[in-house]
């Protein structure tokens, strides 16, 4: 997915409002309003394989994007006894593995890891807008620069019912 900027919320509301990140399109955009205006962004990754261990690692053809801790969906996952699709805490082990808190006896393959992560697609080859849009509209997500390297000031905005919200993401 290319990100550009003034990228469109695809959803906002409460963190119950969430769908969950298997029903979406990796790169779907959220807004959850009752936690100061968290902007997130659904993840996807192809599974390749599940390991016969306890906890079992998973590994993913692709990075997953994943943050520790975080409650994950596997589907479509077939092979593993016991099977894995469902949620699960996530453990981080690299940029294509992560654990999941189960007693694997017999390994899997294929299908799906999906999770909501912050929205942050990085800086490198991000275009940036030098101000604010004039008029942007509801809904719309974009970064802005100040200063030049080696003190570029970055932010990311989002416009939600006529307000614009600024969240500091540092300098480079």
């Not at 016969?52 to 589907?75: E, M, Y």
């Not at 992560?98 to 697609?121: L, M, N, Q």
């Amino acid at each position: 997915m290319i990100l550009t900027p003034a990228m469109r919320l695809n959803g906002r509301g409460t963190r119950a409002d969430l769908p969950a990140p298997n029903a979406v399109a990796a790169g779907h955009l959220f807004c959850v309003e009752d936690e100061g205006f968290i902007v997130l962004q659904a993840v996807w990754a192809a599974i390749v394989s599940s390991s016969i261990a306890n906890p079992s690692v998973i590994t993913t053809s692709t990075p997953h994007k994943l943050l520790d801790g975080q409650t994950v969906r596997i589907f479509g996952h077939v092979g593993s006894v016991p099977a894995l699709d469902g949620d699960h805490v996530a453990t981080v082990t690299g940029d294509d593995t992560f654990t999941v808190p189960v007693d694997v006896t017999t390994d899997g393959a294929d299908g799906h890891v999906a999770a909501w992560v912050p929205f942050s697609p990085g800086i490198v080859g991000f275009p940036l807008l030098t101000a604010d849009p004039a008029d942007p509209a509801d809904d719309t997500v974009w970064y802005t620069r100040t200063g030049s390297s080696p003190a570029m000031a970055i932010d990311l905005k989002v416009r939600v019912s006529g307000v614009t919200h600024t969240f500091p993401q540092g300098t480079v």
